[in-house]
């Protein structure tokens, strides 16, 4: 499994910004893919999850509302909406793909179930 992402940047308070990440390669239909982050001095930290199988989505409180998270089907790639930019948003975002030979719930309390990761891209919100 390949997994290639793209977009993020920098952005003032309360923009938006987009990510993509176009996958490929795997073997069973039943996988999901996750967005993680990882600011400097901290922990990674779950963001959003897309089951590929039956489009179920799971959000992080600290993005609810803020965040979306929705694939493409032509491109097979998922794509991170960030909305309402704040300052706290700020880190290293990392696509993952979680791939079983059943059907499952994506979930990003933890990350150990994803194997496969991207090369992470970064997001800056200053003003």
């Known amino acids: 499994v390949q997994l290639v992402e793209s977009g993020g940047g920098l952005v003032q308070p309360g923009g938006s910004l987009r990510l993509s990440c176009a996958a490929s390669g795997f073997t069973s239909k039943y996988h999901a893919i996750g967005w993680f982050r990882q600011a400097p001095g901290k922990e990674r930290e779950g963001v959003a999850c897309?089951?590929?199988?039956?489009?179920?989505?799971i959000y992080a409180d600290s993005v609810k509302g803020r965040f979306t998270i929705s694939r493409n089907n032509a491109k097979n790639s998922v794509s991170l909406q960030m909305d309402v930019l704040k300052f706290e948003d700020t880190a290293v975002y990392y696509c993952?793909?979680?791939?079983?030979?059943?059907?499952?719930?994506?979930?990003?309390?933890?990350?150990?179930?994803?194997?496969?990761w991207g090369q992470g891209s970064q997001v800056t919100v200053s003003s």
């Open positions: 897309i089951s590929m199988d039956d489009n179920s989505t």
């Open positions: 993952a793909a979680d791939e079983r030979p059943y059907g499952f719930f994506c979930e990003v309390v933890t990350s150990r179930e994803y194997d496969y």
